[in-house]
């Protein structure tokens, strides 16, 4: 199973949007609406940020949003802040009852 | 308050074996999908294997497969990851994390395994 496809690193000011986008197959990504997204600080343990494409555990900022086109998910930051730099991650289920994730994005507040 | 801490990483020879352990407390450990997902130094997150919640149906990814056996004890609520014919391409954190349908819900700290003669 291959690695999804991620950005490595995507940038903006405070106050602007990203976007990060996560490519897939026809097996993982465009199959189910099983993509979820990860936040890692350096040195610190992934924390769900979205699951099944576009919902939000509890605790997560409204600035996040997920959303998902054919092979395709894309995570949204809206008004970026300072403390929203990290590494991101996708993941999705696959039609092999396993488990891929994407390479990984590096967020950068200008 | 979910928590999940990882033991039982160190240096270790290739060809040698060892046991990860992971101790869950604050959720219903026994009702729950576990996993371990290991990231390489300065890599990305990989999945390695899910286990069902009365450790009935394993499942891993093909570069373990046939080296790792991931198990549990819900008496005790811990979840284990034996480990064996280790290469240096094993050299990373293992996290365990509980799983929720397709999603990670909550993660360890990650135990740090590295292979090397």
């Known amino acids: 199973q291959s690695a999804l496809t991620q950005p490595p690193s995507v940038s903006g000011s405070p106050g602007q949007s990203v976007t990060i986008s996560c490519t897939g197959t026809?097996?993982?990504?465009?199959?189910?609406?099983?993509v979820s997204w990860y936040q890692q600080p350096p040195g610190t343990a992934p924390k769900l940020m979205i699951y099944?494409?576009?919902s939000r555990p509890s605790g997560v900022p409204d600035r996040f949003s997920g959303s998902k086109s054919d092979n395709t998910a894309s995570l949204t930051i809206s008004g970026l802040q300072a403390e929203d730099e990290a590494d991101y991650y996708c993941?999705?289920?696959?039609?092999?009852?396993?488990?891929?994730f994407g390479g990984g994005t590096k967020v950068t507040v200008l | 308050e979910v928590q999940l801490v990882e033991s039982g990483g160190g240096l270790f020879q290739p060809g040698g074996s060892l046991r990860l352990s992971c101790a869950a407390s604050?959720?219903?450990?026994?009702?729950?999908?576990m996993h371990w997902v290991r990231q390489g130094p300065g890599k990305g997150l990989v999945w390695v294997s899910r286990?069902?919640?009365?450790?009935?149906?394993?499942i891993y990814a093909d570069s373990v497969k046939g080296r790792f056996t991931i198990s549990r004890d819900n008496a005790k609520n811990m979840l284990f990851l034996q480990m064996s014919s280790l290469g240096v391409e094993d050299t990373a954190v293992y996290y365990c994390?509980?799983?929720?349908?397709?999603?990670?819900?909550?993660w360890g700290q990650g135990t740090l395994v590295t292979v090397s003669s």
């Open positions: 099944e494409v576009t």
């Open positions: 994390a509980r799983g929720s349908g397709s999603y990670f819900t909550s």
């Open positions: 604050g959720f219903t450990f026994s009702s729950s999908w």
């Open positions: 993941s999705s289920y696959t039609t092999n009852t396993t488990w891929v």
């Open positions: 026809s097996s993982d990504v465009g199959r189910y609406n099983r």
């Open positions: 286990l069902n919640s009365d450790g009935s149906n394993t």
